[in-house]
């Protein structure tokens, strides 16, 4: 698998995201064997980047994947969140973005993962009571004790990873981005390119719409985040549906997958970008890294571009998004 750079850490330019594995989506926690089997095959077949947070469980697939990689951690590029749950005060999920919290956060983050460091640790949502230079500080102390590697920001706006990268280098920001997600490009990809920072998008496959595999909401558990989500919701799913019927037929002209197409779009892009497309089943991972060999031609990538876009904002709830 080729690799890319994220300012100065070196990855596979597919990661995995880990997420659902542990929280959120259907089946989520059912098969913590099948899981462990994927992220196994993730490394033998060259993935070394990997994404997770305390926030999924919570604490849940931290663990998860620490017990995965095991005596295999030095191959892997380990990513985790942190700073939508407040350990300075009753532990229950709430942002903070204090250097007390961060000093906390991070302790139960290498425990649970089972190392002596973090490769990339990611602010998850901005605090908006605590400026981002504290925020800053405190990672620069942990990368000068060796507690961490690199600095991320996850959903900042261009002002806050400005102010951050001011403090302390970030070494990637995490925003989602995909065929149905493509706000990054009016102004954040620049920036981040300005800056040497890298681009790591999640939900690459729109949550797993873009795949094709979900035709309707009833395929998902009442419990699903999606269930929640606008552009999963009535009407809107309806509408959407155009932008999955398009990506399909691409894929059939490039004799690929719908999921393979989308992730190969991402890819695209340019350098520094590193996708984590998330899954639990070891044949989705197969075919989700197959994308890594995919080339599109001119035509295919101008009719992924003009796709529609989707109708439902990515979040019922959007005020911590890109502070």
Not at 18 to 29: I, K, R
Not at 113 to 127: E, F, K
Not at 292 to 297: A, E, F, I, S, Y
């Amino acid at each position: 698998m080729r690799h890319t750079k994220l300012g100065g850490l070196d990855v596979s330019r597919l990661g995995l995201g880990t997420m659902g594995m542990s929280a959120f989506y259907t089946g989520a926690g059912t098969d913590d064997d099948e899981s462990i089997r994927t992220v196994h095959r993730a490394l033998d077949l060259g993935l070394t980047f990997f994404d997770t947070a305390e926030m999924y469980g919570p604490y849940r697939n931290e663990e998860l994947l620490g017990r995965a990689l095991g005596s295999r951690r030095d191959d892997a590029v380990v990513a985790t969140k942190w700073g939508t749950i407040r350990h300075t005060g009753d532990g229950q999920r709430g942002l903070d973005g204090t250097a007390a919290n961060a000093r906390l956060a991070v302790e139960g983050s290498l425990r649970r993962l089972g190392t002596d460091h973090i490769d990339l640790y990611y602010q998850h949502r901005m605090d908006p009571d605590t400026p981002v230079e504290e925020t800053a500080s405190a990672m620069a102390e942990l990368v000068r004790e060796g507690k961490i590697r690199g600095y991320g920001l996850s959903e900042a706006s261009v002002d806050t990873i400005r102010r951050a990268h001011a403090v302390h280098p970030v070494t990637a920001v995490q925003t989602e981005y995909s065929l149905w997600s493509r706000e990054p490009e009016d102004e954040l990809i620049d920036v981040l390119r300005e800056l040497g920072i890298g681009f790591v998008p999640y939900s690459p496959l729109g949550r797993g719409f873009l795949t094709g595999a979900i035709r309707t909401a009833d395929q998902l558990d009442e419990s699903d985040f999606r269930r929640g989500n606008p552009r999963f919701a009535g009407d809107n799913f309806a509408a959407n549906l155009r932008i999955v019927d398009e990506v399909a037929a691409v894929a059939a002209d490039a004799g690929a997958t719908p999921a393979q197409v989308a992730l190969a779009w991402v890819l695209a892009q340019g350098e520094g970008i590193a996708p984590i497309p998330g899954t639990k089943r070891v044949s989705r991972l197969e075919e989700n890294l197959a994308a890594d060999d995919l080339v599109l031609t001119t035509d295919q990538l101008a009719r992924l571009n003009a796709v529609p876009a989707p109708t439902g904002d990515r979040y019922a709830d959007m005020s911590n998004i890109q502070r």
